[in-house]
């Protein structure tokens, strides 16, 4: 009989839906905030780089001070900080209060979000792993396409503020619902701060957390400058980009469940080598197609539809595959350590395409992706110590 996915997943996926799209919806109202609090558009966008940069660098420090409590109550007491940091960002009366509201949403996302993957790895029933962090991860991927174009909509119709007042009404709502059906996991059992620190010298997860920065510089390198490869493929058609931008999200949103799925039927590693190995020859395709000459929309769509669907599968085989090489002691810690490398991974995409482009045209920008992917791709392990990997040993999660 096919298993019903439970409510404290789709809760999950409500949460982590909301912390990420704290880090975009700023985007959608730059001009606005800038104008409002008399800063640069500039200093505006710094409230999106410091966002990221502090999520990146407090998921893995603040992992190994939280992965000795339970999850749950990790992820309930970091919204309950997530929250009433967005009501300081919306009652900011200036740029430097509303920085440290932002410097604290993102602390606060960055334990959640750890503590939420790994309720949800060691919550999933046996063989059903892939397919619930698939879930999970689609909440994340979902923010990518709804964050800015929500931020933009708000912003116009009630000014700024409305969307961290939106953001704080839904991180509360996501804790209700946390509070009131997340399974008990148990925290690590009390080690000395050297064995907490083990994932630090594990090679198998750091490793994998390298394909991880890897395949996020390629990827979102190529999504960064979406705007200017469509332009440069496809130029002249009116709103091309946005429809380009909705299939990115439909599809990824395809993927990332696709790749759950794909995890437990094939097991982590093996899953992994297929996404990583399909987002390279989607990433050539798509240089093959720039340097064709061709201008079908048509094309263009089809190329994109098919790279997104790798280009957001990668969470679910590669957490599986670290919480394998990890073992479940050190699960967060792990799991925290990879959303690093992700997050480190996407600025330095940014970074590396602007300087392909500065040296020569966007037309390079996917085949450095696809440099950069293959890669990743080459560094991906072939087996996971057995020692570690096993799911059955972990303990199991008591649902109240």
Known sequence: MRRSLPGWLLVLFLTLLVTATDEFVIAGVLKTIAADLDVGISAAGQLVTVFAVVYALGAPTLAVVFERF???????????????????AAVAPGYWPLMAARVLAALSAAVVTSAAFTTTAMGAPEGMRGRYLGVVTAGMTAALFTGVPLGSWLGGAFGWRATFWLIAGVGAVAALGLLATAPRIAGSEPAPLRERLGPLRNTAVLRLVTVTFLAASGGLMFYTY?????????????????????????????????????ADALGPRRSLRLVVGGHVLALALAAALVFSGIGNPVALGAVIAFWAVFAWGLNPPVQGSIMGAAGPQAAMTALALNICGLYLGTGVAG????????????????????????????LIPRAVPETQAGHKSEPRPVDV
């Not at 339970?70 to 300081?88: C, D, E, I, S, Y």
């Open 70 to 88: 339970p999850k749950r109550t990790v992820m309930v007491l970091g919204l309950l900080v997530f929250v009433p940091a967005n009501v300081a």
């Open 351 to 378: 970074a590396l395409g602007g300087a392909v482009i500065g040296v020569s045209d966007i037309t390079w920008v996917p085949v450095a992706a696809t440099v950069t992917m293959t890669l990743s791709f080459l």
């Open 226 to 262: 979406l705007g200017a490869y469509t332009a440069e493929v496809a130029g002249g058609s009116y709103g091309l980009l946005s429809v380009m931008l909705l299939i990115v999200g439909i599809a990824g949103l395809f993927g990332a469940v696709l790749a759950g799925r794909a």
